[in-house]
């Protein structure tokens, strides 16, 4: 028994110093478009009956995000809005820190950002359809936790995307 206690504690320190590894090795390449050779990949539109303005107000506001995604419950951007600042979040218990890699007000908003085994890019894309809006968004995901569970952060993320659009979408329409 104590034989057994022995290698379980030597495998679960394994495992530790392994997975400490990957995160201190891992490095990823920032880009303004999302990784076309990542293990997960979405895109997703909506439709908001509300003019462009509107939609980015509530969505550029970013600090305010909380108010109506209710998957992020704190936010805090880290400068002005403008692409090189920083902006560090929760969502769905992670910690990301992310960096905000365009803003082209009314247009175009985008951002990359490290969690623990995971590196994700997200473009958003405004286009104003008379006094409606069209909100495109295309997100990358890879990492060694994101290599190992595929399957489950692709079926995370197109669920959270889904989510995002009609949290937004009610929130503009208002």
């Keep these: 028994m104590k034989k057994l206690l022995k290698y379980f504690i030597y ?3 394994l495992a530790g110093i392994t997975i400490g590894a990957l995160e201190l090795f891992s490095t990823y390449k920032p880009s303004t478009s999302i990784h076309t050779a990542a293990p997960v990949i979405t895109h997703r539109t909506i439709v908001i009956n509300a003019p462009i303005e509107k939609v980015w107000s509530v969505f550029g506001d970013i600090d305010r995000w909380p108010t ?4 992020i419950p704190s ?12 902006f560090d979040w929760k969502n769905k218990g992670l910690t990301i820190h992310s960096t905000l890699h365009t803003v082209d007000s009314l247009h175009k908003i985008g951002w990359s950002g490290t969690a623990f085994g995971s590196f994700a890019i997200h473009n958003w894309t405004f286009t104003a359809k008379g006094n409606t809006t069209e909100v495109a968004v295309d997100e990358s995901m890879e990492g ?8 489950t952060f692709q079926t995370a993320l197109d669920n959270s995307l889904t989510s995002w659009l009609a949290a937004l979408k009610t929130a503009a329409e208002k």
């Design 68 to 71: 109506w995604q209710k998957e």
């Design 11 to 13: 495998l679960i320190l």
């Design 144 to 151: 060694w936790l994101v290599w190992l569970l595929k399957g």
């Design 75 to 86: 936010i805090k951007l880290n400068g002005p809005l403008q692409a090189g600042t920083t």
